[in-house]
């Protein structure tokens, strides 16, 4: 799958360090968002050797967490307008959260509004179920996904 | 039958554990009383028995092995003996399903990729299915050739995928709606069942009716129209609903209720209404995929399947 890079020539930003945890603003048994943010942040983008902090696709205001219905809302932002990764950064939220978060957790994707050019079409494939299941079970980007969660840090 | 009691809850019957990964979808075998199926994303599909003697379901069998990937949907024949299952492998098998055994009878191919839903027609004579690859198929089964199934034809109307298939319970009028956000109703050119109820992820569900004498005398073009939107009782996508034959319409979401609406009886000047009749939070721990009411009305009994991998029994019944 390499008709050239959609996006050769991403802007990159220095990992940051250690996140403050606000103590007294959430539950002890629920999530934070601060800790949502730290499994994401290091997910390798599906195109270039940085993680989606570096490339500033999430930060910790992607997090959004409605603790009374353990709701949690992830915003990314895609590094261009026209980006055709988008769907497979989704699936690799998905899978990660997946793995970190209790069963009952309800998670919404979507991209930051305004910063792509099919936003409604492409929040609506982040977040149709029976979709992204079939995706996830499609051996061929099930190994895409994987290599983005589980590679080393950088 | 009137379903105005006011003290009416939803009871659970019983908890069916077994699946070891989300449960799309169940079916009540239409002849046979208290078998029902399961389809599940473990790629099996589980066969329930309820005791004559103990009344509790158990697992009568696993049909594994053939599909490779998550059985979305499946269906029983009217006579109760067939059943269809398809699965995102792009296949939809048919199984015979006999008291101590079962046999695969066919397995049909032509989709080009996730195979989402499948239904009989009321004579049994006719499956459709449907998918990602935006189609519409009808398969026609062959008595004379052992059972065989032939293609009869391939719909394209939809621009997206198509998500469910129905059959009208007495005409072969076939329903489809999609991906692309629109229902469509096909028949071919040579119950009550004027109404139907369609769910979506727009947190809504919307009651249609027509004119059934004027589908029933072969008009043609006989129009659907929107007579009612049930809005803001669910909080995530409504994944199924399903109308009972004594009038009660269940839905199960994304959000773990089950909940019951039935025609209110205080018609407006805009048309009948319908109100909430029970609301079962938590019905499940996770989203709600599937809800069907058995067959016999007279039981009350209501099935559902959730991405917590459970099956489960629930009663209609009034509360002590």
């Keep these: 799958m390499t008709l050239g890079l959609i996006n050769a ?13 606000r103590e007294d603003q959430y539950r002890d048994d629920g999530v934070d968002p601060l800790e949502m943010t730290k499994y994401v ?114 | 039958m009137k379903v105005m009691d006011k003290n009416l809850g939803l009871e659970e019957v019983q908890k069916l554990e077994g699946h070891t990964d989300r449960v799309w979808n169940v079916a009540w075998n239409p002849a046979a009383d208290g078998v029902i199926a399961s389809c599940s994303a473990d790629k099996t599909v589980r066969i329930w028995e309820q005791s004559s003697l103990t009344r509790s379901w158990t697992c009568k069998a696993v049909l594994e092995g053939v599909h490779t990937r998550s059985v979305k949907s499946l269906a029983w024949s009217p006579c109760g003996k067939l059943l269809a299952t398809a699965s995102f492998d792009g296949t939809t098998c048919v199984w015979e399903i006999f008291a101590t055994d079962s046999e695969t009878v066919s397995v049909l191919r032509g989709h080009e990729s996730e195979v989402k839903s499948v239904s009989w027609n009321a004579s049994g004579s006719l499956l459709a299915t449907c998918g990602r690859d935006k189609s519409v198929w009808i398969w026609e089964i062959l008595p004379e050739e052992d ?8 719909l394209t109307g939809h621009s997206e995928d198509v998500k469910m298939v129905l059959w009208h319970p007495t005409m072969d009028v076939l329903f489809s709606c999609s991906y692309d956000n629109t229902i469509k109703i096909w028949c071919s050119e040579d119950e009550d069942g004027d109404k139907m109820v369609t769910c979506s992820d727009d947190l809504a569900m919307k009651i249609w009716k027509t004119d059934i004498s004027r589908m029933q005398s072969g008009e043609g073009y006989v129009p659907w129209t929107h007579v009612c939107t049930l809005s803001g009782f669910h909080d995530r996508t409504i994944y199924s609903v399903h109308w009972s034959r004594d009038g009660v319409i269940a839905s199960g979401a ?67």
């Design chain 1, 9 to 21: 020539n991403p802007v990159v930003q220095a990992k940051k360090e250690g996140l403050v945890r």
């Design chain 1, 41 to 154: 942040r290091d997910i390798r983008d599906p195109e270039h050797p940085y993680t989606l902090e570096q490339l500033r696709v999430v930060s910790e205001e992607s997090v959004t967490v409605d603790d009374k219905l353990d709701r949690i809302l992830i915003t990314f932002t895609p590094t261009i307008q026209h980006c055709s990764m988008a769907n497979i950064i989704g699936l690799c939220l998905r899978a990660k959260l997946k793995e970190c978060l209790q069963l009952h957790y309800k998670v919404d994707i979507r991209v930051s509004p305004g910063s792509h050019a099919d936003e409604v079409s492409v929040n609506k494939q982040l977040n149709d179920k029976e979709r992204v299941v079939a995706a996830l079970e499609n051996p061929n980007l099930r190994q895409l996904v994987d290599e983005c969660i589980y590679s080393d840090e950088i």
């Design chain 2, 147 to 154: 059972d065989e199934f032939d293609t009869i034809a391939v």
């Design chain 2, 254 to 320: 994304g959000d773990d209720t089950i909940q019951l609406f039935v025609d209110s009886d205080c018609d407006s000047v805009d048309g009948p209404s319908y109100k909430l009749l029970v609301k079962k939070e938590k019905a499940h721990e996770m989203d709600v995929n599937s809800v069907q009411w058995a067959p016999d009305k007279e039981r009350r009994l209501l099935a559902s399947a959730s991405d917590d991998k459970m099956v489960k029994i629930w009663k209609l019944a009034s509360e002590p």
